[in-house]
């Protein structure tokens, strides 16, 4: 069971390049988060999709764009990255009101 | 303003003991609380639900309590183990949509 899927795991970006963190999930589920998590910040979510073909902003959705491909897929997208957006970001899926279930991460340094 | 709040401070405690963990919230009406435990390097993994008209809610050597009037839900783990070393943080979902906000956890440390 692969659970959620994130690529990639490591990535290091030069201010105003741009990247997409792609995440899949195989358990069926409706709704998609993308959190990044900071030390001392905690998780902030970023952007949540209840279901596809939906998004919503989180605490945090400056500078990121999102994409609900499809009941599998959400990918995140930073379109121009700063040094602000150097974090550990974490995709997560759920049925509606459930438990979440994390992918392991991917790390993204901005210089 | 939303606020969700976990000591932010490590808490040690002997192997044997029973390990409280404490969170708080304000400007909430949860429909829900959750827990889950973060090891490092790795994603966060739930543990339990609770939800606003459950008082208390108990899983092997795990107990959740969530008081809607203190606004405030304890985690304990009895017997505790060097193996429960982790971040346990706490999450909350309210009103009519599906966004889960996360505090910023606490570090356990169990010492053997």
């Known amino acids: 069971n692969a659970g959620v899927t994130q690529t990639p795991k490591f990535q290091v970006l030069k201010t105003g390049q741009s990247m997409t963190l792609q995440c899949a999930q195989d358990?069926?589920?409706?709704?998609m988060y993308w959190y990044r998590q900071d030390p001392g910040m905690g998780l902030r979510l970023i952007y949540y999709?209840?279901?596809?073909?939906?998004?919503d902003k989180g605490e945090v959705p400056n500078g990121y764009n999102v994409s609900r491909l499809n009941k599998r897929e959400f990918s995140l997208r930073l379109e121009s990255a700063a040094p602000s957006q150097t974090s550990v970001y974490f995709c997560?899926?759920?049925?509606?009101?459930?438990?979440?279930?994390f992918g392991e991460g991917s790390r993204l340094t901005v210089l | 303003s939303q606020k969700i709040e976990q000591n932010s401070e490590a808490l040690n405690i002997q192997e044997g003991k029973t390990a409280t963990l404490t969170c708080n919230y304000t400007?909430?009406?949860?429909?829900?609380l959750q827990w889950y435990r973060q090891d490092p390097g790795r994603g966060p993994v739930f543990l339990l639900l609770?939800?606003?008209?459950?008082k208390e809610k108990r899983k092997e050597r795990l107990k959740v309590t969530f008081d809607t009037t203190l606004k405030q839900s304890l985690f304990h783990i009895t017997a505790s183990q060097p193996a429960d070393s982790a971040t346990y943080l706490c999450?909350?979902?309210?009103?009519?949509?599906?966004?889960?906000?996360f505090g910023t956890g606490t570090l356990l440390a169990v010492q053997p």
């Open positions: 997560a899926s759920s049925e509606y009101t459930g438990e979440l279930f």
């Open positions: 358990m069926n589920h409706n709704s």
């Open positions: 999709s209840a279901s596809e073909g939906t998004t």
């Open positions: 400007n909430y009406s949860p429909a829900y």
């Open positions: 609770i939800r606003e008209n459950e």
């Open positions: 999450a909350l979902r309210g009103g009519a949509t599906n966004k889960l906000i």
